[in-house]
């Protein structure tokens, strides 16, 4: 096995040691199926929660399973993230912070190997985890609402994945610049936040930002049509995923060399 092979499962076995590998994958289960649950018993939770008046009838407008599924993603691009950006903060700084690093780099072990490595890790760990959870909510979406045909919900969930590589990319690249947790979970998170905000503000002049690949995702449920829009921003997602790689190979080297 190569030095990355070595490194990638030391890092895949220090996510399950450390509990990541357990708790992420069922928190992001249980967001999941939230979404369609909640739907499906509102009526119900109105009504309990509600102190309505005796004989009181609640009557909803049912979703489609398109909008529940959109729900969804919406919930991972709130909550989710949310959660991703606690598993994954330290994934740099916690080794620059105890020294094992410097261990690790005294080896025959180049910084891009020892980068990419964690990333690769993480994106198993976060994209696994959150297609796992959204399986489970395709599920009950199809058990509780209307059939969503099952490749609108591949594509969909494909394309969605794009932006998780960037948020990871996002937290790899903050992890090379900052070493306290807090910050760069705090400046992750304005970088993810400010660019969704943007990007929903000003849909025709960011259409190609990273962003805007949760809102073509939540299209693709609906219908399976691939505009050149979205291969604009696959292409513009992966060149800053890379460049944002690239910084933190440069900004490790600065940091741990000098």
């Known amino acids: 096995m190569n030095t990355f092979g070595v490194l990638f499962k030391k890092e895949l076995h220090e996510l399950f040691a450390n509990g990541k590998g357990i708790w992420l994958p069922i928190s992001l289960i249980l ?3 939230t979404q369609p649950l909640t739907n499906y018993y509102m009526p119900q939770i109105i009504n309990m929660a509600g102190n309505l008046p005796k004989g009181a009838i609640i009557q909803l ?5 398109q909008e529940v599924m959109q729900g969804v993603l919406s919930q991972y691009s709130t909550i989710g993230t949310l959660l991703i950006v606690l598993a994954s903060m330290n994934i740099i700084s916690n080794e620059r912070q105890n020294h094992a690093a410097i261990l690790v780099m005294m080896r025959p072990v180049s910084v891009i190997q020892y980068i990419m490595s964690k990333w690769a890790a993480q994106i198993v760990l976060v994209i696994g985890s959150t297609f796992i959870s959204y399986i489970a909510a395709w599920y009950y979406t199809n058990l509780l609402f209307s059939y969503v045909d099952w490749t609108h919900m591949l594509v969909s969930f494909l394309l969605y994945s794009l932006w998780l590589i960037f948020i990871l990319s996002v937290l790899v690249a903050a992890g090379t610049f900052l070493l ?3 910050g760069i979970a705090g400046v992750s998170i304005l970088i993810i936040a400010l660019l969704s905000f943007l990007s929903t503000l000003f849909t025709n002049q ?4 990273p962003a805007a690949l949760s809102q073509y995702a939540a299209r693709l449920l609906e219908q399976l049509h691939w505009s050149q829009s979205v291969t604009y921003t696959v292409v513009v997602t992966l060149m800053s995923s890379f460049f944002l790689l690239i910084a933190a190979v440069h900004r ?3 940091v741990e060399y000098v």
């Open 206 to 209: 960011l259409k190609w930002s």
């Open 180 to 182: 306290q947790i807090g």
């Open 31 to 33: 967001l999941g199926i």
């Open 252 to 254: 490790y080297k600065k």
């Open 61 to 65: 407008p049912t979703p489609t399973g």
